[in-house]
């Protein structure tokens, strides 16, 4: 058998899994640039901001932040059955594998988060990754039913918080907030030692963000759990009349669910409404996130056979290895460790080189599919994984693995941000309640 599954000299097509998860690359890419690089991302822009930085702070805002990290969440808990299945197939004990694989997860996100991005969410997903094994046992209907009371409980929680901040309290602005973010303006623009004093400061609201929204990762993960035993993607994942009624269904209230988030985070409404808006999104993002991924899924078949979807593929079978370079770009660009260009580009400049960033990394994806069958990080958590080394073949063309592959480790989904501000980049490109 192949590394896909397939037997030998079967014709292998573009895999759904991994053109899904290359696609995320991109919103995962936009999220992080604006909260890396934007000491007012949680206001939707400074004092003074432009109407264009203000229009691209809000469409981020309602389009991507929380979209692209569920759908990673959900393929993390599908590649977490297939991997199990690997492990049957090669007649190896599951246990260990998970054990050193959740290990070396963890020790990635925490240098990660350490050098490059506190918003790091390898290391939460290691932690969450225990429970899912934990959990493993369920059927899928058992499953979908603990995901679905996850995220009513968390969305009631946020919800009457919300509601309480709203009543209670008074709206931080912008420019209220302008001393403290020209202080940390200063220590990210300062040498290796200041930027990496700032990271760690910034660690403590990190993980409190992560374990206020550890319930929807988990969530996501059981969902994509559930859909691998049941084998969604590779019954649904080319049947024309099910996506587009999928993604038809889905659109309405996840579009919704987007322009409430957007108008509590990024304006017209104040500071106070950020949670009620954080309520809605862990209801919605959801159905939002399938449309999307229902949308790619119907144009794939026309494509597949093109560069763009191969290039798609390649990028998502090395999506561990990207996400650390957008990390290391990231900081490299608006950091002291190198242009410290950080709040001295607006939001639309941001997207613009969002979009750059990303085109470069598919044309190196597209390049490097032709030589090595896995990226760097890739590599090294497989060799952790196993135990051993176990060298893939290297100098020819690697097809593109069904949808039936066990897929590279996905890099972290990142949850939407915690109470109260400052914003920090440990957020998901929203800003705290008050």
């Known amino acids: 058998m192949s590394r896909d599954g397939d037997p030998p000299g079967r014709s292998r097509r573009v895999g759904e899994l991994d053109v899904l998860r290359g696609f995320a690359l991109l919103g995962i890419l936009v999220v992080n640039a604006r909260l890396m690089g934007d000491p007012y991302a949680a206001f939707g822009g400074g004092p003074g901001a432009s109407v264009p930085d203000r229009v691209a702070a809000w469409t981020v805002t309602a389009l991507f932040t929380a979209k692209f990290y569920v759908l990673f969440s959900f393929l993390f808990g599908y590649s977490f059955v297939l991997q199990e299945r690997s492990a049957r197939r090669a007649g190896a004990a599951f246990a260990p594998r998970h ?235 608006f950091t002291g460790y190198g242009l410290g260009l950080y709040d001295r580009a607006g939001p639309a400049t941001v997207l613009a080189g969002c979009v750059l960033l990303y085109a470069a990394q598919l044309a190196l994806a597209a390049r490097l599919s032709t030589r090595v069958r896995y990226g760097p990080a890739e590599l090294v958590l497989r060799t952790v994984t196993l135990g051993r080394r176990r060298p893939g073949p290297s100098g020819r063309e690697v097809t593109a693995p069904a949808s039936t592959a066990a897929p590279p480790e996905p890099p972290g989904g990142r949850a939407v941000p915690a109470l109260p501000p400052p914003p920090s980049p440990a957020a998901d490109g929203v800003r705290r309640a008050p």
């Open 99 to 333: 054990l050193r694989r959740t290990a070396g997860l963890f020790v990635l996100g925490a240098g990660h988060a350490v050098l490059l991005y506190p918003g790091d969410i390898l290391t939460t997903y290691a932690v969450l990754a225990l429970v899912l094994y934990g959990l493993r046992g369920l059927s899928v209907r058992a499953a979908m039913r603990v995901a679905a009371a996850l995220l009513l409980v968390l969305s009631a929680l946020l919800l009457g918080y919300g509601l309480l901040t709203v009543a209670l309290t008074e709206p931080v602005t912008a420019a209220g907030y302008a001393p403290r973010a020209a202080e940390r303006t200063a220590a990210l623009r300062g040498d290796a030692g200041s930027v990496l004093g700032a990271h760690l400061r910034d660690l403590p609201t990190a993980v409190g963000a992560d374990l206020l929204y550890a319930p929807a990762m988990l969530a996501a993960f059981l969902a994509g759990s559930a859909a691998a035993r049941s084998r969604l993607v590779e019954r649904r994942g080319r049947d024309r009349e099910w996506l587009r009624r999928t993604a038809l269904r889905c659109l309405p209230p996840g579009l919704a669910g987007g322009v409430a988030a957007a108008c509590c985070a990024s304006g017209p409404l104040d500071s106070r409404w950020f949670l009620v808006g954080q309520a809605v999104t862990v209801l919605t993002a959801p159905a939002l996130t399938a449309s999307y991924a229902c949308g790619l899924l119907l144009l794939l078949p026309r494509c597949e056979d093109r560069l763009p979807a191969a290039a798609l593929a390649a990028a998502g079978r090395m999506a561990l290895s990207h996400y650390l370079t957008q990390s290391l770009v990231l900081a490299w660009v």
